[in-house]
C-alpha cells in the first residue's frame, strides 16, 4: 500500500531522515516510535505530501508521490494531526463535513456517513452542532477522527492523536481506536511516543532513532530480540508494558 525507497530529508545541514525503505502493508496498522526529534513525523509528513523528501521515492498504491498528483492522493489519505487541527470557528459537523462540501458531495450522502462516522467513533449526535472549544480534549479528537473518515480513504496517518489527553480519556480513546482499526481493515499508520500504546493498537512496530530505523517488528520481537542497546533502553524506558 506504502512504499518508501531510499528516502530522505534534509533541513539545510540537518538530516532529520536518513535514506529510509520501508513498506506497509495493505489493511494493517503500523505505529512509527521513538525519541522525540527521531524523524517519526517528517516521515508521515513525507507519506502525505506536506515535504518534499530530499531524495528517493514514495509511492501510495503503486502511484508515485509528487506534486502533479498530490491533491487527488490526499483525498485518499485521512490526517489526524496532533491535537485534532480542528477549526475553531466551525461547528463539530461543519469540521467533518468540510472537504465532503468543498467536493460538492450530495447532501444526503454527506448526512448518512456523518451519522456513521457518529456510530463508529461513539461521538453523540446531539454534539454536532458545538464548537470545537464546547467540546472536551476525547471528542475534539473523535470529530478529527471523523473529519479524516469522512471521505473513505484508503490510508488513514495519525501524528500522535492521544498525546495531549489525560490518561482515563486516553485509554478509551484507544479501545476505541482499536476496534475502529479491527472494523475498516484500513492501511494505517500511527505515530506515538507510547511503547504500550503502539502494541496495543499495532500489528507492526517501526521504531527509529537519529533519523534511522533501528528496528522493525512487532512488540514481542522488540522485547525479546532488540537488535541493538538502544532497543533495549528504549523499552526499559517505557512504562506499562508489562500490560500489553
Given at each position: 500500500?506504502?512504499?518508501l525507497k531510499s528516502v530522505s530529508k534534509s533541513f539545510g545541514a540537518s538530516i532529520a531522515l536518513h535514506e529510509t525503505?520501508?513498506?506497509?502493508?495493505?489493511?494493517?496498522?503500523?505505529?512509527?516510535?521513538g525519541p522525540s526529534g527521531c524523524g517519526k513525523s517528517t516521515l508521515l509528513r513525507l507519506i502525505v505530501g506536506l515535504l518534499e523528501p530530499t531524495?528517493?521515492?514514495?509511492?501510495?498504491?503503486?502511484?508515485?508521490?509528487?506534486?502533479?498528483?498530490?491533491?487527488?492522493?490526499?483525498?485518499?489519505?485521512g490526517y489526524v494531526i496532533q491535537e485534532g487541527g480542528l477549526f475553531a470557528h466551525l461547528t463539530a459537523a461543519?469540521?467533518?463535513?468540510?472537504?465532503?462540501?468543498?467536493?460538492k458531495r450530495p447532501p444526503g450522502e454527506m448526512h448518512t456517513r456523518l451519522r456513521e462516522l457518529c456510530e463508529l467513533t461513539h461521538f453523540p449526535e446531539n454534539a454536532l452542532t458545538r464548537y470545537p472549544v464546547e467540546l472536551s480534549g476525547g471528542q475534539r479528537q473523535r470529530v478529527s477522527l471523523m473529519r479524516a473518515l469522512m471521505l473513505q480513504p484508503s490510508v488513514l496517518l495519525l501524528d500522535e492523536p492521544l498525546g495531549a489527553l489525560d490518561p482515563m480519556v486516553r485509554t478509551r480513546l484507544q479501545d476505541d481506536l482499536k476496534e475502529i482499526f479491527q472494523s475498516l481493515q484500513q492501511t494505517t499508520l500511527l505515530v506515538t511516543h507510547d511503547m504500550a500504546e503502539a502494541g496495543f493498537l499495532a500489528s507492526r512496530i517501526v521504531l527509529l532513532n537519529e533519523g534511522r530505523v533501528v528496528q522493525s517488528g512487532t512488540l514481542d520481537d522488540l522485547r525479546?530480540?532488540?537488535?541493538?542497546?538502544?532497543?533495549?533502553?528504549?523499552?526499559?524506558a517505557q512504562r506499562g508494558l508489562a500490560e500489553v
Open positions: 500500500m506504502i512504499e525503505d520501508l513498506c506497509l502493508d495493505a489493511g494493517k496498522t503500523t505505529a512509527l516510535i531524495t528517493g521515492t514514495i509511492k501510495i498504491e503503486g502511484q508515485i508521490v509528487s506534486a502533479s498528483v498530490i491533491l487527488s492522493l490526499r483525498r485518499r489519505i461543519q469540521n467533518v463535513l468540510l472537504m465532503a462540501k468543498h467536493l525479546t530480540r532488540p537488535a541493538s542497546d538502544f532497543v533495549r533502553d528504549f523499552l526499559h
